[in-house]
């Protein structure tokens, strides 16, 4: 079973930037598909980015498309959510999960889940 723990979040003010890291440990990563999450105050879970095994079909939820790209060094089992311009309705607990073989995994099926890091943004 893969550990995943995600670094990085911290208080920013709106329309600065902070890139998340996910480091695995456990086994390599680099078959499967990996996905960022997060979970706002009184809000469901919902997705922000996926990749592919190999890094190169990526997808993103309308409301961080443009602003955060997710990247993965499958040398180092790490993946990145870099995130732009960020807005306070960005604040979340984020977390990233591993996924399957392919991008196509439904949002369901990711596992692993790390214990996420919080992100808050001040107006």
């Known amino acids: 079973q893969v550990q995943l723990v995600e670094s990085g979040g911290g208080l920013v003010q709106a329309g600065a930037s902070l890139r998340l890291s996910c480091a695995a440990s456990g086994r390599s990563i680099s078959d499967y598909a990996m996905g960022w999450f997060r979970q706002a105050p009184g809000k469901e879970r919902e997705l922000v980015a996926l990749i592919s095994n190999g890094g190169v079909f990526t997808r993103y939820a309308d409301p961080v498309k443009g602003r955060f790209a997710i990247s993965r060094d499958n040398a180092k089992n790490i993946i990145y959510l870099q995130m732009n311009s960020l807005k306070p309705e960005d604040t979340a607990v984020y977390y990233c999960?591993?996924?399957?073989?392919?991008?196509?995994?439904?949002?369901?099926?990711?596992?692993?889940w790390g214990q996420g890091t919080k992100v808050t943004v001040s107006s």
């Open positions: 999960a591993i996924g399957g073989r392919l991008i196509t995994t439904p949002a369901s099926d990711f596992r692993s």
